[in-house]
């Protein structure tokens, strides 16, 4: 028993630490956590930590605390899986909840509302790059490439994310030729972002729903959270600005750990400290099911080529969204040349800097913003 407890104190502060500490994103968060379990504290080869990693893109929600869960599981058992998961979100949570009071009390009076006047356009060089670097990998043929560059085509045009989304799946296992009469209960996921919680209001239970939806098909690196909050609070249910998503992405690179607690800064614009808390528990609660369920089907997972398929088509389609909206939001700041300086700059230190950390880049926009805003 001191042993077992030994070994759950070891998974909550490592986790914990990372959790405080884990600027970057989840490609950064997921190198810190290769040296701390593989080549420091050699609890699994790396081979397993690999496996693991390749089954958390099988399924929906955020890859690093997943991974988080994945690797508390293999020191610790069951216990381990929830404090590791537990542990890395919960500093994120309250950072952006501390940051969402600091903005909706501030955000809006004129010594703070520059800071956040750069933040916008620098946010928007991050996506740029988030976009690229998730196009080489979910670019993976010819065939990905055309259905992507068609989904961001169809975007920009005004129709549906996720149906885009949903369309993008089938069609691609269609094209690829791995449709058979095997289960295809997997397809049917991202029909769940059709469907609209119960009234119109952001109330705590449509607001814990709606987030229950986008991570129940939230594939891939949590970047891609941006498509589906755009497609599902702005424009499906207006409840968010285009402005209002920046300011939440924003906040999300601003604090350590995983970007999704977007969803708490979001959940406290909505509703409060009590939405904040109902956005991050439907944000998160799926995760740890799904790598419950990992731990026994990882091997089947890996195998299932009809299901990987699918992914790398929902992949693909959700990068070509993401440049539609990358392109969207840099358009609404193209005729403010302050703006576009900081859009300019971010992006190039985003693609040519790869060592600087996106909070460095939020911080530097912010400050920049504060003086060019000062400009007549």
């Given at each position: 028993?001191?042993?077992?407890?030994?070994?759950?104190?070891?998974?909550?502060?490592?986790?914990?630490?990372?959790?405080?500490?884990?600027?970057?994103?989840?490609?950064?968060?997921?190198?810190?956590?290769?040296?701390?379990?593989?080549?420091?504290?050699?609890?699994?080869?790396?081979?397993?930590?690999?496996?693991?990693?390749?089954?958390?893109?099988?399924?929906?929600?955020?890859?690093?605390?997943?991974?988080?869960?994945?690797?508390?599981?293999?020191?610790?058992?069951?216990?381990?899986?929830?404090?590791?998961?537990?542990?890395?979100?919960?500093?994120?949570?309250?950072?952006?909840?501390?940051?969402?009071?600091?903005?909706?009390?501030?955000?809006?009076?004129?010594?703070?509302?520059?800071?956040?006047?750069?933040?916008?356009?620098?946010?928007?060089?991050?996506?740029?790059?988030?976009?690229?670097k998730l196009g080489k990998k979910a670019f993976k043929s010819w065939h990905l490439i055309a259905l992507g560059i068609c989904i961001a085509v169809l975007s920009l045009l005004g129709i549906d994310e996720f149906i885009l989304i949903l369309v993008s799946g089938i069609i691609g296992m269609i094209w690829l030729n791995i449709l058979s009469n095997k289960n295809h209960t997997s397809i049917?996921?991202?029909?769940?972002?059709?469907?609209?919680?119960?009234?119109?209001?952001?109330?705590?239970?449509?607001?814990?729903?709606?987030?229950?939806?986008?991570?129940?098909?939230?594939?891939?690196?949590?970047?891609?959270?941006?498509?589906?909050?755009?497609?599902?609070?702005?424009?499906?249910?207006?409840?968010?600005?285009?402005?209002?998503?920046?300011?939440?992405?924003?906040?999300?690179?601003?604090?350590?750990?995983?970007?999704?607690?977007?969803?708490?800064?979001?959940?406290?614009?909505?509703?409060?400290?009590?939405?904040?808390?109902?956005?991050?528990?439907?944000?998160?609660?799926?995760?740890?099911?799904?790598?419950?369920?990992?731990?026994?089907?990882?091997?089947?997972?890996?195998?299932?080529?009809?299901?990987?398929?699918?992914?790398?088509?929902?992949?693909?389609?959700?990068?070509?969204?993401?440049?539609?909206?990358?392109?969207?939001?840099?358009?609404?700041?193209?005729?403010?040349?302050?703006?576009?300086?900081?859009?300019?700059?971010?992006?190039?230190?985003?693609?040519?800097?790869?060592?600087?950390?996106?909070?460095?880049?939020?911080?530097?926009?912010?400050?920049?913003?504060?003086?060019?805003?000062?400009?007549?």
């Amino acid at each position: 028993m001191a042993v077992k407890l030994n070994k759950i104190k070891e998974v909550f502060f490592l986790f914990f630490k990372l959790g405080c500490i884990a600027f970057g994103g989840p490609a950064a968060h997921i190198s810190m956590m290769e040296k701390e379990v593989v080549t420091k504290r050699k609890w699994m080869t790396r081979q397993h930590f690999l496996d693991m990693v390749g089954a958390t893109n099988l399924v929906p929600g955020p890859n690093s605390t997943q991974m988080t869960m994945h690797c508390g599981h293999v020191r610790a058992g069951w216990a381990g899986l929830f404090i590791g998961g537990l542990s890395f979100i919960t500093p994120a949570v309250f950072f952006t909840l501390a940051l969402a009071i600091i903005y909706t009390e501030y955000g809006e009076v004129p010594a703070i509302a520059p800071f956040f006047y750069g933040i916008k356009p620098a946010v928007i060089g991050i996506i740029f790059d988030a976009s690229f670097k998730l196009g080489k990998k979910a670019f993976k043929s010819w065939h990905l490439i055309a259905l992507g560059i068609c989904i961001a085509v169809l975007s920009l045009l005004g129709i549906d994310e996720f149906i885009l989304i949903l369309v993008s799946g089938i069609i691609g296992m269609i094209w690829l030729n791995i449709l058979s009469n095997k289960n295809h209960t997997s397809i049917f996921a991202p029909i769940l972002l059709l469907i609209k919680p119960i009234g119109i209001a952001a109330s705590n239970s449509s607001i814990f729903i709606s987030f229950l939806k986008i991570a129940l098909v939230l594939f891939g690196s949590g970047y891609v959270l941006i498509a589906y909050i755009d497609a599902e609070l702005v424009e499906n249910l207006g409840w968010l600005t285009k402005q209002q998503l920046l300011d939440a992405i924003a906040m999300g690179q601003f604090t350590p750990g995983p970007v999704l607690t977007t969803a708490t800064f979001v959940g406290y614009q909505l509703n409060g400290i009590s939405g904040a808390l109902w956005a991050s528990l439907g944000m998160f609660l799926p995760s740890f099911f799904l790598v419950g369920l990992l731990v026994k089907l990882i091997p089947w997972l890996r195998k299932s080529k009809m299901l990987s398929k699918f992914l790398d088509a929902v992949n693909a389609g959700a990068v070509g969204i993401m440049i539609a909206i990358s392109l969207k939001l840099g358009y609404e700041l193209a005729f403010d040349w302050r703006a576009l300086v900081l859009m300019g700059i971010s992006t190039f230190v985003a693609f040519k800097l790869r060592q600087v950390s996106s909070f460095w880049i939020i911080i530097g926009g912010g400050l920049l913003g504060y003086l060019l805003f000062m400009i007549p």
